[in-house]
């Protein structure tokens, strides 16, 4: 199966389908022999939704599950069984809806890009005057910070206190020992 699965029409698949797709696991050895006729009722049984008798497996999502269970995504070589067939094509169908999912949210988040991108072409003209605002801009900047630095040269800085005071400082300064006796 191609990776393009996803941009192809969808359709339900129909008994010529199962039968097609069951050909194609014939090969497999089969845990059990049992009658043509039932084993082609239980695996359609399978395959439908609620309504009885309408299958509402898509077409690519039965031939992905086949393809899939024939190169031995089930864990064993065996046939698969009617349930293990409509497990691995709703995961193959819930594959296909996350690659359509994922693909429409790309899309738009293009689109989305796309809207942010300026159409006008700048001229040369435009450009230098976009420099020079830029350039003046800088400057100002430049010379603001400066303006803050020196004034707060002069200024002095508060001190940093951490705590209380331990027991040899009184407000900050040292207490004179004591006269030995």
Same mark, same amino acid.
Request: hydrophobic share 35%; proline share 7%; aromatic share 4%.
């Given at each position: 199966? %191609? #990776? $393009? /699965? #996803?941009?192809?029409?969808?359709?339900?698949?129909? =008994? !010529? $389908?199962?039968?097609?797709?069951?050909? @194609?696991?014939?090969?497999?050895?089969? !845990? &059990? #022999?049992?009658?043509p006729e039932l084993e082609f009722a239980a695996f359609k049984t399978a395959l439908e939704g609620r309504q009885? *008798?309408?299958?509402v497996v898509a077409y690519v999502d039965l031939m992905a599950a086949v393809r899939a269970i024939v190169q031995?995504?089930? *864990?064993?070589?065996?046939?698969? %069984?009617? @349930?293990?067939?409509?497990?691995?094509?709703?995961?193959?169908? $819930?594959? !296909?809806?996350?690659? /359509?999912?994922? &693909? @429409?949210?790309? !899309?738009? &988040? =293009?689109?989305?890009?796309?809207?942010?991108?300026?159409? %006008?072409?700048?001229t040369a003209e435009a450009r230098e005057r976009a420099a020079a605002t830029y350039a003046a801009f800088c400057?100002?900047?430049?010379?603001?910070?400066?303006?803050? $630095?020196?004034?707060?040269?002069?200024?002095?800085?508060?001190?940093?206190?951490?705590?209380? +005071? =331990? *027991?040899?400082?009184?407000? *900050?300064?040292?207490? +004179? =020992?004591?006269?030995?006796?």
């Amino acid at each position: 199966m %191609s #990776s $393009d /699965i #996803s941009t192809e029409v969808v359709r339900t698949a129909t =008994d !010529r $389908d199962l039968l097609v797709s069951l050909a @194609a696991l014939d090969p497999l050895p089969r !845990r &059990a #022999s049992t009658n043509p006729e039932l084993e082609f009722a239980a695996f359609k049984t399978a395959l439908e939704g609620r309504q009885v *008798g309408l299958m509402v497996v898509a077409y690519v999502d039965l031939m992905a599950a086949v393809r899939a269970i024939v190169q031995g995504c089930l *864990g064993h070589a065996y046939h698969p %069984s009617p @349930a293990e067939l409509r497990m691995r094509c709703n995961a193959k169908r $819930d594959e !296909r809806l996350e690659e /359509i999912a994922k &693909a @429409a949210r790309r !899309r738009a &988040a =293009d689109e989305e890009q796309a809207s942010y991108r300026s159409t %006008s072409t700048k001229t040369a003209e435009a450009r230098e005057r976009a420099a020079a605002t830029y350039a003046a801009f800088c400057e100002a900047n430049a010379q603001a910070r400066l303006d803050v $630095d020196t004034k707060n040269y002069h200024r002095p800085r508060p001190r940093k206190t951490t705590g209380p +005071p =331990d *027991g040899k400082t009184v407000c *900050g300064t040292a207490k +004179p =020992d004591p006269a030995p006796v």
